[in-house]
């Protein structure tokens, strides 16, 4: 019961209005307080433990999902949960799925899960099949952190992705030098070409968010947007946020 959830949220680059959140871990220690996920992500990583802490998280956001749907009965958010390579390996990982969504059914709200280029590079004709899975689940799926890997363009036409979200690198170097900016709109046409929703991430300042706009980029995150809380943290959870 110490592991818990923050939500940072995802907004519509034009409008600002929420459309939904990035689930994040956070551990409160009973003598430690707040252990920075940094510390015990790491460390669970290098052992089994991530599979069984990953699949909490993905569970925790599934009963969340349904909650918002009493609480935010007028809304239409996603929740975006990170996967570990672990976790994608697991042969049985779509059908863990499937009996969280057969147990926490949102009628309204929609699961999201951010997967990295080094999750799908360790066995790429495997993941490609359990994320088909997946997708037939109705699940949503992001290709995190995209751009600064060598293989990511070809792992867009090999996977079954609807959302890309750019690389912060990219967007944080966007008022330092005209080629981040150029890689930043070269990517948001491709998404476009595919169908794709590009998200644009570590957003910080006001000029990354005007010239993404500009640009039409879909969705925006970072901290000028919006800082991951705790639904405790507000008076009055998030629906006076959407």
Not at 64 to 93: E, G, I, Y
Not at 130 to 141: N, S, T
Not at 211 to 233: H, M, N, S, W, Y
């Amino acid at each position: 019961g110490e592991i818990s959830l923050a939500f940072q949220p995802i907004v519509h680059s034009g409008t600002l209005e929420i459309a939904g959140f990035e689930a994040l871990m956070r551990w409160k220690h009973p003598r430690r307080g707040e252990v920075q996920p940094s510390e015990f992500i790491a460390i669970a990583e290098r052992s089994d433990l991530i599979v069984e802490l990953g699949n909490h998280a993905l569970e925790l956001a599934m009963r969340q999902l349904m909650d918002w749907d009493v609480q935010l009965p007028d809304a239409r958010l996603f929740l975006s949960v990170n996967v570990s390579s672990q976790q994608v390996m697991m042969r049985d990982f779509a059908n863990t799925l499937s009996g969280m969504k057969a147990r926490f059914t949102s009628r309204r709200h929609k699961l999201r899960l951010e997967i990295t280029e080094t999750v799908l590079m360790q066995n790429p004709e495997h993941n490609s099949r359990i994320l088909q899975k997946v997708k037939e689940l109705g699940i949503g799926l992001a290709m995190d952190d995209f751009g600064p890997g060598y293989s990511s363009l070809a792992y867009l036409s090999y996977f079954p992705f609807d959302t890309i979200k750019i690389d912060r690198s990219f967007v944080q170097n966007i008022g330092k030098d005209t080629n981040s900016l150029s890689i930043v709109e070269t990517i948001i046409r491709l998404g476009r070409s595919l169908r794709m929703k590009v998200v644009a991430e570590g957003v910080e300042t006001e000029l990354e968010l005007t010239a993404l706009a500009r640009t039409g980029c879909d969705e925006i995150q970072g901290f000028l947007v919006g800082r991951p809380v705790k639904i405790e943290q507000r008076r009055f959870g998030l629906a006076d946020m959407v």
